[in-house]
């Protein structure tokens, strides 16, 4: 049973920077590509970032030279730097492994 544990969101405001982790339980974590998800209020769920079990990063284009998506097999963990935040990346962050979701956390970027 894979259980996704999010942490690291919260209120910040625009031009800071936040750092999400996912933990996971169970195992096969490092055989998994990992992904972040974002849905804001109003919006679709998309994908932010993606890293292969290799450890290839994808981005979508808003997140381009901002965001870092990084994993650390050995502690279970995925990693989202944000750097350079913006009112638009208000939205509930969630993580993902295989099938497997996490609960979310809310990032909120606000003056």
């Known amino acids: 049973q894979v259980q996704l544990v999010e942490s690291g969101g919260g209120l910040v405001q625009p031009g800071g920077s936040l750092r999400l982790s996912c933990a996971a339980s169970g195992s096969g974590f490092s055989i998994y590509a990992m992904g972040w998800y974002r849905q804001a209020p109003g919006k679709q769920r998309e994908l932010v970032a993606a890293?292969?079990?290799?450890?290839?990063?994808n981005y979508v284009d808003s997140a381009k030279g901002r965001f870092t998506i990084s994993r650390d097999n050995a502690k279970n963990t995925v990693y989202l730097q944000m750097n350079s935040l913006k009112p638009e990346d208000t939205a509930v962050y969630y993580c993902?492994?295989?099938?497997?979701w996490g609960q979310g956390t809310q990032v909120t970027v606000s003056s």
């Open positions: 993902t492994m295989g099938k497997n």
């Open positions: 890293i292969t079990s290799g450890g290839v990063a």
